[in-house]
């Protein structure tokens, strides 16, 4: 009996050995490359130096589903429709998170002008959702750029006050909204209502030199199926859990966001609230919506 339980004690103490060794190996700066992202898509993120969590990490390349193809043969009903997407809610809080080394160092917001920059993707102007025209490089960072203050300058010796207009740096925080275009398509070989998304566009609000709020304006516009590999990419952040994460391909394609419905086309080509008053606005985007969710049901009536 004494020897087996110094044989049981001298296994334990080799185990225990072996995994403090493979625990400081991990822990070491030198020894383990940089986990996560090598680069962020904020300036001011750094990535980790050790390996940032209590398993082994595997590096994952996702490349997002392909959508199936409709011949337009197929299609026997089709409408348009454009959504707003508002951050604040608690559905869409992914939009909002700071960022950490899965989800590329930054907000969303941060993940698509990182993006712009670099030349990954290409952005569309604002003043329309046609993807008409492409921007340059100097209108994307005119884009980014932070709104103007105007403050009051007193000189100590002559006591002249001066009007100093300050540029301030772009806030991602400030970032509230989203717009999205999309069509919503009955397609009879498929036996199904589909959705696909065409473009996406963040909302900034815009301030006039005097730093009063003029209203909300699209940054630019994305064209989605080009941009659907880069959101791949990243990691959208799950509240419930940090191992089970969505990409942001995934999460806006299983419509994992709150939204409300906005426009839909017509031959006018106006919002809900060019006719109507906000409340009023937010209940026929609501009707819209059943309407179109029962649409499926009553395409099989004939």
Known sequence: MTILHSYRLTAAALMLFTAGTAFGQAGSATDQPISGSQKGVNKDWQP??????????????TVPIPWQHIREDDILWKKRVWREIDTREKQNVAFRYAGDENSGGGMFIEILIDALKTGKIKGYKTFDDRFTTQMSKEDIMESVAGHTDTI?????????????????????????????????????????MVVRIIGIAPVKDLYDENNVYRGPQAMFWLYYPDIRNLLAQY???????????????????????SSKITKV?????TEFK?????????YEGKHTSEEIFNKEADMWVY
């Open 48 to 61: 980790s130096r050790t390996n940032d969590g209590a398993y082994d990490k595997v590096s994952r390349v």
């Open 152 to 192: 009051t300058v007193v000189d100590p010796i002559t006591n002249q006050e001066t009007i100093k207009i300050t540029q301030r740096d772009f806030d991602p925080t400030t970032i509230r909204k989203y717009r999205i275009k999309e069509d919503w398509i009955f397609d009879r070989n498929q036996g199904q």
């Open 235 to 257: 990691e959208v952040y799950n509240p419930q859990n940090d191992i089970a994460r969505y990409t942001w391909d995934e999460f806006f394609e299983s419509r994992q966001f």
């Open 265 to 269: 086309s017509n031959p006018y080509n």
């Open 274 to 282: 060019d006719n109507l008053n906000p409340m009023e606005s937010l």
